[in-house]
T-cell receptor, first 112, second 115 residues
């Protein structure tokens, strides 16, 4: 059973555009929602994370929007750049240090 | 500061052979994770260590997989015997384990190909 559902599977955006990736979860005990970025041949790297006590978190061009009642969260990449082309994974966990449940990933391609 | 180190980066073996992967976490990180990542999928937890204790190994196929973290620092994941379906990337991650700090730092992974 997939604990975190992620969409779309792939995304193509023009340079300067906005990339939006969505995730949904069922377990209301989840209290930490990170987004990871993975380049080919590399391990996932933390991009940005949010806790359910806030509805939005912004770091540079990256923003997480969180809807607790809908049990959904999304990643917005503003002014997308070719260097943002990578696979993005959302994840969720409950309590510090516990298991992360990852989404299936979104392959983002930013066209110059 | 050095990140999570894994070796080897690539391994090709024939089915039924044994294989071992090594991970050295970030210095001072008490929590260590082994994940399996199939092509086009997100990482799936195999085992989690708090220091030298395996606190979550419910997803580890214990008939052929084993892991150890004897001194609470580096760790080894072993498969014996390997099967064709074990071809995947094996990721190691670590975190500080401090209350309120959840960030997991991943190594580059070991890509295993079983022929």
């Amino acid at each position: 059973q997939q604990q975190v559902k992620q969409s779309p599977q792939s995304l193509i955006v023009q340079k300067g555009g906005i990339s939006i990736i969505n995730c949904a979860y069922e377990n209301t005990a989840f209290d930490y929602f990170p987004w990871y970025q993975q380049f080919p041949g590399k391990g996932p790297a933390l991009l940005i994370a949010i806790r359910p006590d806030v509805s939005e978190k912004k770091e540079g061009r990256f923003t997480i929007s969180f809807n607790k009642s809908a049990k959904q969260f999304s990643l917005h990449i503003m002014d997308s750049q070719p260097g943002d082309s990578a696979t993005y994974f959302c994840a969720a966990s409950k309590n510090t240090g516990n298991q992360f449940y990852f989404g299936t990933g979104t392959s983002l391609t930013v066209i110059p | 500061e050095a990140g999570v180190v894994q070796s080897p980066r690539y391994k090709i073996i024939e089915k039924k052979q044994p294989v071992a992967f090594w991970c050295n976490p970030i210095s001072g990180h008490n929590t260590l994770y082994w994940y399996l990542q199939n092509l086009g999928q997100g990482p799936e937890l195999l085992i989690r260590y708090e220091n030298e204790e395996a606190v979550d190994d419910s997803q580890l196929p214990k008939d052929r997989f084993s892991a150890e973290r004897l001194k609470g620092v580096d760790s080894t994941l072993k498969i014996q015997p390997a099967e064709l379906g074990d071809s995947a990337v094996y990721l190691c991650a670590s975190s500080s384990g401090l209350a309120g700090v959840d960030t997991q730092y991943f190594g580059p992974g070991t890509r295993l190909t079983v022929l």
